[in-house]
């Protein structure tokens, strides 16, 4: 008993000190894109690469594996949640030590290739240029997958990300979303209800961003353990007690850093809701990437882009940007917010028609992996694929399959948590108005506490203990399914569109 509970002990004491290093990488990758001078930017490569090896050494330090075999064969003395925690510990120890350091060190600089590879490849359209580094980073990818013996591929990559989640089961979410959501855009598109943002111009950025602040500290974000900052692409990083997430500011655009924010605090607030305790072991720690992503689509479309939200809010908008708005409705204006309109780029596509862009995606890397689909041949599949899914052919790569930086550095199975995100949004959201009645009264008064106290009790607190679908049956009492996103959408965008 004694030595399970020590061994106990100290795993946890390692996984601290683990968060604690980590962290420090977290405040060094926020400064690279918030405030690196150009100049310094080999130094931080070789920060980066110096902190990268002290925490592989840390994560595949050999005792760990000792305490790990002593825990897994004390398994009986040890509670739920702790065997939660060994577990975990255990994933995370296996991928640090079973793959080789050769391995390892070819990955990142395949990445970091394949990155500046894709950069140049778009900016010239030259997606020729950009084959061999995709072909290796695929190489690479089921390499690593043979490595870790895992038996399918690209369910390995899909468990990356979100702990549990295979192939078989995105395609049972995904193929009636696909029919559905088609379904919904033909009826959007034929009611001729389009309404262009044009009219927004000119909004001064720092106006906007104390608008934004004001919204982010209503929602429930803790300023005291997180700031916002401006970079090129809004993130969130930092860690749960010094979150730092950043947004980008457009005169001509408004709309873009209201949603961004609004979708960065979400993440954040999972974060901040972590249980402090826990921090660093499995009882700390977000879910996956699905689950963070439900978080920030949960604040910035079922939260930000409801009307229950602006009936709140619109005044104090039109108080700071009156002789902007002076031409713009009310109705209009919720019209603008809530447009739906295929767009051939991902990050620039309305809540409807973001599922099919993630759709695209995942029948390609199926097909990477399965092995129908050779990387040279990319772009005549992404764009029939498009064609078939989007219901729009792209007329070069840069809108077609250059667009997106994922693959170029390795990241395969990740689309799929955007859309599984949406989905597991859409199911709590049904599961919050039954259990909050009065919810969207309380938006409308700028009360955020019932929402956020719920998020906290139900999703944020029960940290890693769940694999990411078993998650959302605990949490919703259902199994995940298509239906919860595919009603709010057509609650939502029906009667804004003359639907019904
Ligand atoms: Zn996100």
Redesign the pocket.
Known sequence: MATIQTAYDQLVTHLKRLDTLGSINGVLGWDEQVNLPPGSADLRAEQAALMAELLHAELSRPEVGDWLDTLQSGAAELSEDQRAVVRDAQRDYLQATRLPKAFVTRKTKAHSAGFHAWVKARQEDDFKSYIPYLETNLAIAREEAALMEAPHAYNYWLDQFDPGLDQATVESLFNPLLEETKTLVAQIEYSGFDISTEALRGFPVAEQADFLNEVVRAFGFDFEHGRIDQSVHPFCGGHPLDVRMTTRFHEDNPLDSLSSVM?ESG?AMYEQGLRREHLGTALGSAIGMAV??SQ?RMWENQVGRSRAFWRAWEADYRARFATQLANVSSEDFYRMINRVAVTPIRVDADEVTYNLHIMLRFALEKRFFDGSLEVADLPDAWNETSTRVLGYTPKNNREGCLQDVHWSGGAFGYFPSYCVGNLIAAQLWETIHAALPDIEDQIAAKNYAPLLGWLRENVHHRGRRHLTAEFVRVATGRPLSHKPLVAYLKNRYGPLYGLN
Request: hydrophobic share 0%.
């Open positions: 979708h993440h963070h992503e920030s």
